[in-house]
């Protein structure tokens, strides 16, 4: 089994940062590509930003240059860097990893969400 585990949500004033972290943790072999997703109150859940297990990044056009994703692969965590925060960005995130075990092959994980509040 395989969980991820989102923090560094909370409240910040627009123009702020925040940094999101997901661990995962569990018997894998392999996190393939990462990627963090969010979700407001009454609208359908957004792809922000991914990471490919080679190391492609796409952000979502909304975010493009405000937003960083990176991950380490040693300490199986991946992050977003999140600046200039508007109060758009307010949601809950989730981070999403496609882990390869040998029991399972690929799956796809979720994290439980960690909401991110940004104030005008």
């Known amino acids: 089994q395989v969980h991820l585990v989102e923090s560094g949500g909370g409240l910040v004033r627009a123009g702020g940062s925040l940094t999101l972290s997901c661990t995962a943790s569990g018997d894998f072999i392999k996190i393939n590509n990462v990627a963090w997703y969010r979700q407001a109150p009454g609208k359908p859940r957004e792809t922000v930003a991914t990471i490919m297990s080679r190391g492609d990044i796409g952000y979502a056009d909304s975010v493009r240059g405000r937003f960083v994703i990176s991950r380490d692969d040693v300490k199986n965590i991946a992050y977003l860097q999140m600046a200039s925060l508007k109060p758009e960005d307010t949601a809950v995130y989730y981070c999403?990893?496609?882990?390869?075990?040998?029991?399972?092959?690929?799956?796809?994980?979720w994290g439980q969400g960690t909401q991110v509040t940004v104030s005008s």
């Open positions: 999403n990893a496609n882990v390869y075990a040998r029991t399972t092959g690929s799956v796809d994980y």
